[in-house]
Every structure is written in structure tokens, then in C-alpha cells.
């Protein structure tokens, strides 16, 4: 495709995101729910099919009177003049475009991204380059093909070409490039790990960064509050307060900004605890797209909830909800033996990847299901094993849970409810292996 149709398809989505915004601006007394449906990419994608339709009246939905000035008519300037045969073929291509994109938009929001026409700008050609193969991305060399392509690279988990690709697209000002670099330094993937560097250079662009940056600096706050408490308390509760501050400002964008919340408000880490405030985050989570928030609200916390037909949460404040959310909280203790192995995929992704909500706890469920007909209603995960092991010639971390507590529900209504802790033959279900250079998941209980 050449210079020209990309310039005229990033024109096009920046007038269509102009001007969904300008209408949600125009509902003063809309929902919440409304607001966010909205401010969706769905809602973009409705008014460029209605503009095919008005088209053909010889008429445009880029027009709005008595504001000259708007973005929305100084940018559909741009194309006023286009046969109206090659202005359907545009409209279409954009049309695909959008909707391929809208699969990266489960759980996030990206019109409450938008603070500014830069950012409008950045989200046009994000989605073009989004639709572009690998290939098509090599070959280029402008900030978002870099960009773009370290994306695709780091989704593969091959980290050390997507953090290359993530530093150059940063030298070249991007800024979304900046905090995903930053957040490879932090973790590790890719480089060499360096949390203070990652959270001095956040920390100095973070108004700047963008939405996506302060949630990733929000995340940083939190691992670090995480990591202190043990032997810092005072700098561990200054962490959190940071991390909630991040996560407030970002909490319409990201599914990812509610989930933390939750948990926060759930645990009343340095913020009031309440339940009540919890909900209503995983809850906004949930409208979001995010599976991992009903995960685990209806699968490790069901016999708290229940899901009726109106789709609400019921919680009984009378219960403790203290409990350990995440499975893999800590470290292993053979970390630095473990870390000798010079692998794509390190063992704290390795982690990252077995805890993901279908991997290991949903087969996990299945199997507890198939093999003893009993509901899981929560699961935490106290101790685990990790080894380096090989099979058919390829190395797998594998990852082995050995103790942990247990509660579900027996019966043919589910009414018996039962608690107690992970035993020898239950944790012989809690094994999988994970491949240390691409990072495929494999379920591996023992037989």
C-alpha cells in the first residue's frame, strides 16, 4: 500500500474517533454504561457503516455546523474531494481495519485514552499498523512499524527482539514505546533487569506517558510494594499509595486498572478495605471483557457470590474475604539456581503464563470435575516446585503446586459444602510444563 492511501486511512479514523468523542461529549447526562458504550470502537465502527449508507444520498456524517474549527471538518477537508467510488473502497478498508483491532480492545477502552490530537494521531496509525504482517513490518522503518512489531514479538514471548525493537521505536519519540520498554526492564524480559532505571525514566515522563504508561507504572508501584513488605513496611505502604493514585487515574481505560483495584480495596492495601468498592471494580472489570476478574470472582471466590439471571453480584459481608488472590505470589526459593539457565523464558514468565486464567487452574478444574464430580469454588496456592526438565529433545520449565487450601461443593445441587488443603493426590493434578523458548503451555498432571 502506498504513502498516500495510509495517510488517507489514518485521516479517516482520526475524523471517525473525533467524532464519536464530539457526541459523547454532547450527552451530559448519560450512564456510565452509557458513556462507555459510547466511547467504544464498536461505536466507531457503527457510524463509519452508517457513512456508507449516507453516501450514497450523497451526503456525510463529517460535518459538524456552527463549529468550523472542530477537528472532525478540518480533517474531512482532506478527503471532500475523493471519487465517491474510491471513498467507498476507503471507508471499507478502514472498516476492516477497525474491526480486526477491536480484538485488542476486549479489555481496554482506548477512546478514554485520548487527552490530545497527538494521541488521536498515534491510535489512527496504530491501528494500520496493527493489520500489517510481519513481513510488511520488517521492511519498514518509521516508530510505528517498530513499535507494532516489537508488540507482536513480546505476545510470542520472544522478549529479546521485542525490547530491541521497543528501545529504537523510543528513540524515535514514541512514547507508548517508553513504557513498554520500561516494563521489559523492570521484569527482566528481554535485558538484563533494572527496576530502578524502569521507574526513574517512568517516573520523569509520566505526564507525558500517556494512559497505557501509568498503568504499567501502577503495576511497577505494585510489585515493588509487594516484594517490600516483607522486610520494609513503611516504603512497601509509600508503593501502594503510588500504585492506587496510577491505577485511579487509568481505572476507564484499562480492565487491567479495575482488577488491581479490586484487589487493593479487597485487601485494604493502604487504601480503606471494602468489599463493597472491590465489587464494583471487578464488576466494571467484568463489563470490560476482562474473563480473569469472573474467573475469579465465580471460580476461587464462588461460595461468596452468586450469578444470577440480571448478571449482578451478590457478596455477604459477614464472610472473610482476606485471602492470598493471586496463585503465584512469591518467588521460588531455588530462584537463583533456576535463574543460571540462560532461557528465552525466564522462570517469573513462566509463572506469568501457568497463572493465566484458562491455563493451569481451568484445566486443573476440569479434571478435579471429570475425575470426582465435585464443584472448585476456591483454590490458593501456598508452595509449589519448579525444575528444568526435557522431553522429545525440547526444555520445559516444569511447574508443580504441593500445598495449598481447597474448599468446593458435593452433590447433585451443589449444597454440601467441603474445605481443607491441597493433598498428595490432588496436587499430582497441579503440574504443567511451560517451553523455555516459546513459551507454549502444556497441561502435565500425573497419570
Keep these: 500500500m502506498d504513502d498516500i492511501n495510509i495517510k488517507n486511512e ?32 464498536k461505536k466507531c465502527i457503527e457510524i463509519l457503516k452508517k457513512e456508507l449508507y449516507e453516501i450514497e444520498k450523497e451526503g456525510t456524517y463529517f460535518y459538524l455546523e456552527g463549529v468550523e474549527e472542530h477537528p472532525v ?10 471519487d465517491k467510488e474510491e471513498y467507498k473502497i476507503l471507508l471499507k478498508n478502514v472498516l476492516l481495519k477497525i474491526g480486526a483491532y477491536s480484538e485488542v480492545c476486549k479489555t481496554i477502552s482506548p477512546l478514554n485514552t485520548l ?41 510470542m514471548y520472544m522478549d529479546k527482539e521485542a525490547f530491541e525493537l521497543f528501545v529504537e521505536a523510543d ?38 506517558l500517556g494512559f497505557e504508561g501509568i498503568l504499567i507504572l501502577g503495576q511497577m508501584y505494585y510489585r515493588l ?18 500504585a492506587y493514585e496510577a491505577f485511579k487515574k487509568c481505572e476507564d481505560c484499562f480492565a487491567d486498572a479495575n482488577y488491581y483495584l479490586g484487589i487493593m480495596h479487597l485487601r485494604g492495601e493502604e487504601v480503606e478495605r471494602s468489599k463493597k468498592e472491590a465489587l464494583k471494580q471487578f464488576e466494571d472489570a467484568i463489563k470490560m471483557g476482562d474473563t480473569y476478574s469472573f474467573e475469579f470472582l465465580i471460580k476461587e471466590f464462588g461460595h461468596l457470590y452468586e450469578w444470577n439471571i440480571k448478571k449482578k453480584y451478590y457478596v455477604d459481608d ?30 517469573r514468565r513462566a509463572l ?18 471429570q475425575e470426582r464430580k465435585e464443584f472448585i469454588t476456591y483454590l490458593e496456592f501456598k508452595d509449589k516446585k519448579i525444575d528444568y526438565i526435557e522431553l522429545n529433545n525440547r526444555g520445559y520449565w516444569q511447574i508443580q503446586v504441593t500445598f495449598g487450601r481447597i474448599s468446593g461443593r458435593r452433590g447433585k445441587e451443589g449444597k454440601t459444602w467441603w474445605d481443607g488443603f491441597i493433598d498428595e493426590e490432588t496436587s499430582k493434578l497441579l503440574r504443567c510444563l511451560i517451553d523455555v523458548e516459546t513459551g507454549e503451555y502444556i497441561y502435565y498432571p500425573y497419570n
Design 115 to 155: 487527552s490530545s490530537m497527538e494521541d488521536i494521531e498515534d491510535l489512527a496509525y496504530e491501528i494500520i499498523y496493527y493489520n500489517k504482517s510481519i513481513e510488511q513490518l520488517e521492511e519498514e522503518d518509521s516508530k510505528y512499524a517498530k513499535y507494532e512489531l516489537g508488540r507482536k514479538y513480546y505476545s
Design 318 to 347: 459477614s464472610l472473610d474475604m482476606n485471602m492470598n488472590i493471586e496463585l503465584f505470589e512469591d518467588e521460588p526459593k531455588n530462584i537463583d539456581e533456576l535463574n543460571q539457565h540462560k532461557y528465552k523464558i525466564s522462570v
Design 73 to 82: 471538518n478540518q480533517l474531512f477537508k482532506n478527503l471532500k474531494d475523493m
Design 10 to 41: 489514518a485521516i479517516l479514523i482520526q475524523v471517525v474517533l473525533c467524532y464519536v468523542l464530539a457526541m459523547s461529549e454532547q450527552r451530559e447526562n448519560a450512564s456510565t454504561e452509557e458513556r462507555r458504550e459510547d466511547m467504544s470502537i
Design 171 to 208: 528513540n524515535m519519540g514514541y512514547k507508548k514505546a517508553k513504557a513498554k520498554k520500561c516494563e521489559c526492564l523492570f521484569w527482566g524480559y528481554g535485558t538484563e533487569k533494572n527496576q530502578k532505571v524502569a521507574l526513574e525514566e517512568l517516573e520523569e515522563e509520566k505526564n507525558t
Design 225 to 242: 510494594a509487594k516484594e517490600q513488605e516483607k522486610y520494609n513496611f513503611e516504603e512497601s505502604n509509600e508503593n501502594y499509595k503510588k
Design 352 to 369: 506469568e503464563i501457568a497463572n493465566k486464567a484458562e491455563t493451569l487452574k481451568t484445566d486443573f478444574y476440569k479434571k478435579y470435575w
